[in-house]
């Protein structure tokens, strides 16, 4: 019987230390991934957010014209045409056909608030 304890007594404190070390490893890798992702979120390329941005009012623009909402939709086409052409500047020879595109839908959408 006293055998029988010991055994069972050992198995508890191995398990007990596995099931810690798995959990101090976890942890260790949890920070570790936050710690990446602040260095990454900091150092991050400004033009990415400037991507977001531009990339955004378009979506707001065309959200805007489809509800007819086009003074609303007028104001995120220039803002649109305004992060393109930033972001052409900023990365020279990328980003023309989207500013391209966003000066088209500036147009199209001036010409449909002057016939409305």
């Known amino acids: 019987m006293d055998d029988l304890l010991m055994k069972l007594v050992s198995a508890a ?5 596995i099931a810690l070390a798995g959990y101090a ?3 260790r890798r949890r920070r570790q ?6 260095t990454r979120t900091s150092t991050e390329d400004p033009t990415q957010a400037l991507l977001r941005h531009a990339e955004e009012a378009d979506r707001d623009r065309d959200e805007l014209a489809a509800q007819g909402r086009l003074a609303e939709a007028l104001d995120h086409a220039r ?7 930033a972001l052409t500047q900023a990365r020279v ?5 989207e500013r391209q595109t966003a000066l088209r839908r500036l ?4 010409s449909r608030a002057g016939s409305a």
């Open 13 to 17: 404190l191995t398990g007990g230390l």
């Open 25 to 27: 490893g976890a942890a």
């Open 33 to 38: 991934a936050a710690r990446a992702e602040a």
């Open 79 to 85: 803002e649109s045409v305004d992060h393109w052409t």
């Open 93 to 97: 020879g990328r980003f023309q056909a």
């Open 107 to 110: 147009e199209e959408l001036r």
